[in-house]
């Protein structure tokens, strides 16, 4: 079954600091890999999806993210945090033969000033 | 632009009344779905469906239903409240084809059960 591990419930980082959330992934078919970002009482919203193709996936926002099948990872990134990035970030995996996603447990993202 | 709007975004019930959530969407989206979200266990799908009046159970079924009548509509449904059910709960949305899909969120309903 698929499934996905988010590496530390809460980060904190400085503003200007690099921003690295870590995603890793258990797949049996070739994975389709999604980050979602849910700003406090919201719905989440779709960052960046990786399908095929280019392995470095740019995403709204300055994020952006690099598939490395070899390490089964799917790490978010932003060079430069902003306190509106303050959040709570998703990693998701396409379900084998269904059009489902599994989710990971979520990374709440703070900024300090 | 895409819209998937739960009807409310805070809702407090009694024990063992019967609860609806109704969700809608915009986009003529083939599937929908319910999720329940908890501090520390993510998202977790209730129930989905791919089709009008069809539905599948997702991880954790128990103690709800749901209803598909129309294409854009998908109602979840508390039979009997619990106070283990006070949860946000998600409803999410995305075209039928390749497993690349993104699904497409509402705001949530807050649910208290006192």
């Known amino acids: 079954a698929q499934s996905v591990t988010q590496l530390g419930s809460h980060v904190s980082v400085s503003e200007g600091a690099l921003v690295l959330l870590r995603c890793n992934y258990s797949?049996?078919?070739?994975?389709?890999l999604f980050w979602y970002v849910q700003y406090p009482n919201q719905g989440l919203q779709l960052l960046l999806k990786?399908?095929?193709?280019?392995?470095l996936v740019k995403g709204i926002n300055g994020f952006e993210a690099e598939f490395k099948k070899s390490e089964t990872s799917f790490h978010l990134t932003k060079p430069s945090a902003h306190m509106s990035d303050a959040a709570e970030y998703f990693c998701?995996?396409?379900?084998?033969?269904?059009?489902?996603?599994?989710f990971g447990q979520g990374t709440r993202l703070t900024i300090n000033p | 632009d895409v819209k998937v709007t739960q009807s409310s975004r805070y809702l407090v019930k009694r024990t063992g009344e019967k609860v609806f959530l109704e969700c809608v969407q915009d986009?003529?989206?083939?599937?929908m779905f319910w999720y329940r979200q908890d501090p520390g266990l993510g998202l977790r799908l209730i129930y989905f469906?791919?089709?009008?009046?069809?539905?599948e159970k997702g991880d954790i079924p128990e103690g709800y239903s749901v209803s598909r009548e129309k294409k854009e509509r998908f109602s979840l449904i508390l039979e009997s409240a619990s106070t283990n059910q006070t949860s946000m709960y998600l409803c999410?949305?995305?075209?039928?084809?390749?497993?690349?899909?993104?699904?497409?969120f509402g705001d949530g309903t807050r649910l208290s059960i006192l």
């Open positions: 998701a995996v396409s379900d084998k033969g269904a059009q489902k996603l599994v």
């Open positions: 986009m003529d989206h083939e599937n």
């Open positions: 990786y399908t095929t193709g280019a392995t």
């Open positions: 797949s049996s078919v070739p994975p389709y």
């Open positions: 999410a949305s995305s075209l039928r084809g390749n497993r690349n899909q993104p699904q497409h």
């Open positions: 469906s791919y089709d009008v009046k069809m539905k």
